[in-house]
């Protein structure tokens, strides 16, 4: 039982603030059950919401995870599958098998069909790391549904009337299940690893796994990630070639980025850009209608969008700590210090491309949305993503070493920026545009510029790194 | 079986050390509690091929990279070149040609775009060695990095290391991942670097057929310490292998003069011992109503005894 128990503690330890966020969940969906003889049906309803959320991304956490773990050399482990599959079956009575039994003993209505959606939006997160075609095929069902809502509801009510509505929500998990699993068993090659401080946002289908690994990529993944490299090489062999024409520190500096940032060349951005536009316009226009969209929502979501490139950045530094002793005998700098400001300098890029990215989609939004007032929108995304983008990155040079640290830092930052953004949008109507924006730059730029001079002294103060890290 | 140990002092090794590449004192090193360098002192003068010998864990890995700088140190001092390693000091840097022990360098990048780039930042870099050394090592220039070989990537950072034509070539276990053939070829490279004047190579290995080939200077870590730093040749000079034989067994070791570790194996006690005189040996063997036999131990077997 100690490798089943060291299986299921997997998601906890990859990623640990999301596991400990959803166990709680799981635990305030099973006090809310306890209170149904008490409160009324009405309450499970409420816990089925939470079973279903949670079950959904508790699972999609377990497929990254396994992910990552099922490679060729773990089947060599004594009894991989079966301990694997005992797993599975613990973490199906935690999410599904014991809520849906609570919920027959205390006769809530339509227990099973809960229990049955349960289990389905379980695999569908199972899914979402491993067979994500699947999940296009669950975002064509959100068009339909999108398109002809009527019908929808229809067909949504009669599946719920019909006693076909348990067998057939568990057969399609039982489908559902089998193909990702297969997916995940399946023994390939390796991928090529990318970039550790490759962004990994959407657009790019490039994630790695948990553990640092590549992601294993489908066809169309391989030819955009393929259409990216060509465009870093390009760029490098551009860059090389001014440097050598004319060294200078300026090119020095933007050759280092070239290899640090490969895929942060004008091309790549935006080709990135393109993707993203692409995949937003149609998820707005196609799965959730425009006119269902708030303004501002959309600008904090820009935000969100734009700030997701950090988390990677500061997993990325880690992991390439081995890599850049090279780096470091290569720059040969003069002192320890100034091979730290080199980094920060070829770093300090990731301010500017984020500004502009989140400018990018706020701009898109604005359109898909038909804002009322894309000036302040905009003038709100530029200043807080300027400020937060600052912070971002200076928490992630200096900040903690720990996942779970990481990870309460980058929810954190991306909070308080979008939390920043909603403030900056009221400020600049109470205040109007020149006051108000006027207000914002000293306050959020005044609280990014401070964070990051005092990040830079303490990283600056640090010596260089080249150990690989522990975790 | 039972052994008993005794250190051979540490012996300069030419009187060179007002020249030294490298000066270390008082170097120690500690991984959370466990202590892995213990005051290390060691002089490494020019022009010379010196072998890194010592178990697994013994803190070869750890010497090497705070040598260069790449892991802080706890206490002592390392002079690089005749100045203090408190800072890498700019273009000494380009001075040295490292290979690391595992070889992760940027995987997503190409092996002709990678070494380009290396090769810009350095004011002298050898193309044509660099360029022949990934003909004959058949290395794809258009391959990326990830998709080598563990073995291709070995001779990727040799090249790398070598192509600068560096005055002190640090490597560490450098052919553990390669094929006899290139461990030749990489042998003969070596040598022919170490043919211009004042060219000095560290090396760290366990394949000790290649510190013979090089004649190297043979250093001894063990307990986080240097036990000694001698050439070869007087290793193989001095260094003798006493074999008593008797029917009735050994309950404990027979003490003789120079004894560095006896091994006592059944009805035979093997005597590692410096600077052995043939007489005295003779003599122990009739007093213990033992026959004598006196070999010359390699340097694995010297490495097995000692390490």
Same mark, same amino acid.
């Given at each position: 039982?100690?490798?089943?128990?060291?299986?299921?503690?997997?998601?906890?330890?990859?990623?640990?603030?999301?596991?400990?966020?959803?166990?709680?969940?799981?635990?305030?969906?099973?006090?809310?059950?306890?209170?149904?003889?008490?409160?009324?049906?009405?309450?499970?309803?409420?816990?089925?919401?939470?079973?279903?959320?949670?079950?959904?991304?508790?699972?999609?956490?377990?497929?990254?995870?396994?992910?990552?773990?099922?490679?060729?050399?773990?089947?060599?482990?004594?009894?991989?599958?079966?301990?694997?599959?005992?797993?599975?079956?613990?973490?199906?009575?935690?999410?599904?098998?014991?809520?849906?039994?609570?919920?027959?003993?205390?006769?809530?209505?339509?227990?099973?069909?809960?229990?049955?959606?349960?289990?389905?939006?379980?695999?569908?997160?199972?899914?979402?790391?491993?067979?994500?075609?699947?999940?296009?095929?669950?975002?064509?069902?959100?068009?339909?549904?999108?398109?002809?809502?009527?019908?929808?509801?229809?067909?949504?009510?009669?599946?719920?009337?019909?006693?076909?509505?348990?067998?057939?929500?568990?057969?399609?998990?039982?489908?559902?299940?089998?193909?990702?699993?297969?997916?995940?068993?399946?023994?390939?090659?390796?991928?090529?690893?990318?970039?550790?401080?490759?962004?990994?946002?959407?657009?790019?289908?490039?994630?790695?796994?948990?553990?640092?690994?590549?992601?294993?990529?489908?066809?169309?993944?391989?030819?955009?990630?393929?259409?990216?490299?060509?465009?870093?090489?390009?760029?490098?062999?551009?860059?090389?070639?001014?440097?050598?024409?004319?060294?200078?520190?300026? =090119? $020095? +500096?933007? @050759?280092?980025?070239?290899?640090?940032?490969?895929?942060?060349?004008?091309? /790549? %951005? &935006?080709?990135? *850009?393109?993707?993203?536009?692409?995949?937003?316009?149609?998820?707005?226009?196609?799965?959730?209608?425009?006119?269902?969209?708030?303004?501002?929502?959309?600008?904090?979501?820009?935000?969100?969008?734009?700030?997701?490139?950090?988390?990677?950045?500061?997993?990325?530094?880690?992991?390439?700590?081995?890599?850049?002793?090279?780096?470091?005998?290569?720059?040969?700098?003069?002192?320890?210090?100034?091979?730290?400001?080199?980094?920060?300098?070829?770093?300090?890029?990731?301010?500017?491309?984020?500004?502009?990215?989140?400018?990018?989609?706020?701009?898109?939004?604005?359109?898909?949305?038909?804002?009322?007032?894309? =000036? $302040? +929108?905009? @003038?709100?995304?530029?200043?807080?993503?300027?400020?937060?983008?600052?912070? /971002? %990155? &200076?928490?992630? *040079?200096?900040?903690?070493?720990?996942?779970?640290?990481?990870?309460?830092?980058?929810?954190?930052?991306?909070?308080?920026?979008?939390?920043?953004?909603?403030?900056?949008?009221?400020?600049?109507?109470?205040?109007?545009?020149?006051?108000?924006?006027?207000?914002?730059?000293?306050?959020?730029?005044?609280?990014?510029?401070?964070?990051?001079?005092?990040?830079?002294?303490?990283?600056?103060?640090?010596?260089?790194?080249?150990?690989?890290?522990?975790? | 079986?039972?052994?008993?140990?005794?250190?051979?002092?540490?012996?300069?090794?030419?009187?060179?050390?007002?020249?030294?590449?490298?000066?270390?004192?008082?170097?120690?090193?500690?991984?959370?509690?466990?202590?892995?360098?213990?005051?290390?002192?060691?002089?490494?003068?020019?022009?010379?091929?010196?072998?890194?010998?010592?178990?697994?864990?013994?803190?070869?890995?750890?010497?090497?990279?705070?040598?260069?700088?790449?892991?802080?140190?706890?206490?002592?001092?390392?002079?690089?070149?005749?100045?203090?390693?408190?800072?890498?000091?700019?273009?000494?840097?380009?001075?040295?040609?490292?290979?690391?022990?595992?070889?992760?360098?940027?995987?997503?990048?190409?092996?002709?775009?990678?070494?380009?780039?290396?090769?810009?930042?350095?004011?002298?870099?050898?193309?044509?060695?660099?360029?022949?050394?990934?003909?004959?090592?058949?290395?794809?220039?258009?391959?990326?990095?990830?998709?080598?070989?563990?073995?291709?990537?070995?001779?990727?950072?040799?090249?790398?290391?070598?192509?600068?034509?560096?005055?002190?070539?640090?490597?560490?276990?450098?052919?553990?991942?390669?094929?006899?053939?290139?461990?030749?070829?990489?042998?003969?490279?070596?040598?022919?670097?170490?043919?211009?004047?004042?060219?000095?190579?560290?090396?760290?290995?366990?394949?000790?057929?290649?510190?013979?080939?090089?004649?190297?200077?043979?250093?001894?870590?063990?307990?986080?310490?240097?036990?000694?730093?001698?050439?070869?040749?007087?290793?193989?000079?001095?260094?003798?292998?006493?074999?008593?034989?008797?029917?009735?067994?050994?309950?404990?070791?027979?003490?003789?003069?120079?004894?560095?570790?006896?091994?006592?194996?059944?009805?035979?006690?093997?005597?590692?011992?410096?600077?052995?005189?043939?007489?005295?040996?003779?003599?122990?063997?009739?007093?213990?109503?033992?026959?004598?036999?006196?070999?010359?131990?390699?340097?694995?077997?010297?490495?097995?005894?000692?390490?």
């Amino acid at each position: 039982m100690r490798a089943v128990w060291q299986l299921w503690l997997l998601p906890c330890r990859q990623l640990q603030v999301g596991a400990v966020l959803l166990q709680l969940v799981w635990l305030v969906a099973a006090v809310l059950l306890a209170c149904v003889p008490a409160a009324g049906a009405w309450v499970a309803g409420a816990a089925a919401m939470l079973l279903g959320f949670g079950s959904w991304f508790w699972f999609t956490m377990l497929g990254l995870g396994l992910r990552g773990l099922c490679r060729p050399e773990s089947f060599l482990l004594p009894d991989f599958r079966r301990r694997l599959a005992w797993v599975g079956a613990l973490q199906l009575a935690q999410w599904a098998l014991l809520p849906t039994l609570a919920a027959l003993l205390l006769r809530v209505p339509h227990a099973l069909l809960g229990g049955a959606a349960i289990l389905l939006l379980a695999a569908l997160g199972l899914a979402a790391s491993t067979a994500r075609y699947l999940n296009l095929l669950v975002w064509g069902l959100f068009v339909l549904a999108g398109w002809q809502p009527g019908l929808a509801s229809q067909i949504a009510k009669a599946v719920i009337a019909s006693p076909w509505a348990v067998p057939l929500a568990l057969l399609l998990t039982i489908l559902i299940a089998r193909l990702s699993l297969r997916a995940m068993l399946r023994i390939e090659d390796r991928e090529t690893d990318s970039s550790p401080l490759e962004n990994a946002q959407l657009g790019r289908a490039r994630a790695g796994n948990l553990d640092g690994t590549p992601a294993r990529r489908g066809k169309l993944a391989r030819r955009i990630g393929a259409i990216f490299d060509g465009t870093s090489q390009r760029a490098m062999e551009q860059a090389l070639a001014r440097y050598r024409r004319k060294p200078s520190w300026h =090119l $020095r +500096m933007v @050759l280092v980025r070239r290899l640090l940032l490969p895929h942060d060349n004008p091309q /790549a %951005l &935006a080709l990135r *850009l393109l993707l993203v536009a692409a995949i937003v316009t149609f998820y707005v226009v196609a799965v959730m209608h425009r006119q269902r969209f708030n303004a501002v929502m959309v600008g904090a979501y820009a935000i969100l969008l734009g700030l997701s490139r950090f988390p990677q950045l500061g997993r990325g530094m880690r992991q390439m700590r081995p890599n850049l002793a090279d780096l470091y005998l290569t720059l040969a700098p003069r002192t320890r210090a100034d091979y730290q400001q080199t980094l920060l300098d070829a770093l300090t890029v990731l301010v500017p491309i984020t500004v502009l990215s989140t400018l990018a989609y706020t701009g898109l939004g604005i359109v898909l949305t038909h804002a009322a007032e894309p =000036l $302040r +929108m905009l @003038l709100d995304a530029a200043i807080v993503s300027a400020g937060a983008s600052l912070t /971002a %990155l &200076a928490v992630h *040079l200096i900040g903690p070493e720990g996942s779970f640290g990481r990870g309460l830092v980058d929810i954190g930052v991306t909070l308080g920026a979008m939390a920043a953004y909603w403030g900056g949008y009221w400020l600049l109507g109470a205040l109007g545009h020149a006051l108000g924006s006027g207000v914002l730059l000293l306050l959020t730029l005044g609280f990014g510029l401070g964070v990051w001079t005092s990040a830079r002294r303490e990283y600056l103060r640090r010596p260089p790194c080249f150990d690989a890290p522990l975790a | 079986m039972s052994t008993v140990t005794a250190t051979a002092p540490t012996t300069p090794v030419a009187d060179m050390q007002t020249a030294a590449v490298l000066r270390v004192r008082g170097l120690r090193k500690a991984f959370k509690q466990r202590e892995v360098l213990r005051g290390i002192d060691w002089d490494v003068p020019p022009g010379r091929v010196i072998g890194l010998l010592g178990r697994n864990g013994a803190g070869k890995t750890t010497l090497l990279r705070c040598l260069l700088g790449l892991s802080p140190l706890d206490a002592g001092t390392v002079e690089l070149f005749g100045e203090p390693m408190t800072e890498p000091g700019g273009e000494r840097m380009h001075r040295i040609g490292f290979v690391p022990q595992t070889f992760d360098l940027f995987p997503w990048m190409k092996v002709r775009a990678y070494l380009d780039f290396t090769a810009a930042f350095y004011a002298h870099w050898n193309h044509a060695l660099a360029a022949r050394l990934l003909g004959d090592w058949e290395l794809d220039p258009k391959q990326k990095i990830g998709e080598l070989s563990q073995g291709q990537r070995q001779k990727l950072a040799i090249v790398r290391a070598i192509a600068p034509e560096p005055d002190l070539l640090v490597l560490d276990e450098p052919v553990a991942s390669l094929d006899p053939q290139a461990r030749r070829a990489f042998m003969a490279e070596l040598l022919a670097l170490m043919q211009a004047p004042g060219k000095t190579v560290i090396f760290s290995t366990h394949i000790t057929a290649d510190l013979e080939r090089a004649d190297a200077d043979i250093t001894l870590l063990r307990d986080g310490a240097i036990q000694f730093t001698r050439p070869l040749a007087e290793l193989r000079e001095r260094m003798r292998r006493a074999v008593l034989t008797r029917s009735d067994g050994w309950p404990q070791a027979p003490a003789t003069a120079g004894l560095l570790k006896a091994t006592l194996k059944g009805d035979e006690a093997q005597l590692l011992v410096e600077d052995a005189n043939p007489d005295s040996l003779h003599a122990l063997a009739a007093r213990e109503g033992a026959t004598l036999r006196i070999e010359t131990p390699t340097l694995e077997d010297l490495f097995v005894e000692l390490a």
